[in-house]
């Protein structure tokens, strides 16, 4: 079996080319603990081979708040948003078809499973990275940070995981992160938020994220973070429940 992408360091087309054209060619099982139907598979494409996290849009569950078969679509507009604000740290996902029908096709991060944000957060190495996944989260309206989306890579590196209930309208945060609550945001994640409010009048991103939300989404996404970028401050929690259950 040919190295994980991460560790031979392909570049980001190279990932997406095998995510989008390589054969799913084994179903290794059904993860545990999900609410929807999510895959551990194999994919091959030419003299590659990786794993990937498949996510059909038929096992979704459907939920009251969110439109039906949209859980997929959120998850590839996190990609997105996250490459297009420059953090980088959603793992390469992309939408196809697969075995089971249409779903979220995600690269499979190796990484510790003893550690997640609770372990992590008692470690200042790891703060600024935690910093941007809190924004992130505000960025996207994520309604479920739990502890274990958060993900160590043998480089020290965290990646954010499980983003198919973001992107509403309503603000719906619910996230372990509130450790930097009212603190100053740094100058340079501003910048960061900045180029993408810029990259949103540009037709590839807005034609990108409008194939994946409805554009009265997108709208609400640039408002939050326009807000962030006038407050300068890290966000509170809400009036409602801001915290995810379970935690990890």
């Not at 031979?8 to 139907?37: A, C, F, K, M, V």
């Not at 996290?53 to 708040?65: C, S």
């Not at 949209?70 to 997105?80: H, K, M, N, S, Y």
Request: hydrophobic share 40%.
């Amino acid at each position: 079996m040919a190295d994980n992408p991460y560790r031979t360091q392909l570049n980001i087309s190279s990932i997406l080319d095998l995510l989008r054209q390589g054969e799913l060619s084994e179903i290794h099982g059904l993860l545990p603990w999900g609410s929807n139907y999510t895959f551990l598979a194999s994919i091959t494409y030419e003299e590659l081979e990786a794993l990937v996290i498949y996510k059909p849009q038929g096992g979704e569950r459907p939920l009251w708040d969110f439109p039906d078969g949209t859980l997929c679509q959120r998850e590839v507009a996190a990609f997105i948003v996250s490459e297009a604000l420059g953090w980088h740290f959603v793992p390469p996902t992309i939408l196809r078809d697969g075995p089971q029908g249409v779903g979220m096709v995600q690269l499979y991060v190796e990484h510790d499973p003893e550690q997640h944000y609770f372990t992590l957060a008692q470690k200042s190495q790891y703060k600024p990275q935690l910093q941007r996944i809190a924004l992130f989260d505000y960025v996207i309206n994520n309604a479920d940070r739990k502890g274990g989306h958060c993900l160590l890579d043998r480089q020290d590196k965290i990646w954010a995981i499980d983003h198919g209930v973001s992107f509403h309208t309503q603000l719906k945060v619910r996230s372990v992160i509130w450790d930097f609550a009212g603190e100053t945001i740094a100058p340079l994640l501003l910048d960061y938020m900045r180029g993408f409010i810029e990259s949103l009048t540009r037709e590839e991103l807005s034609r990108a994220l409008l194939e994946l939300l409805d554009e009265s989404e997108i709208e609400a996404l640039r408002g939050r973070t326009r807000e962030l970028i006038i407050t300068g401050l890290y966000p509170h929690p809400g009036a409602g429940i801001s915290y995810p259950w379970p935690p990890i």
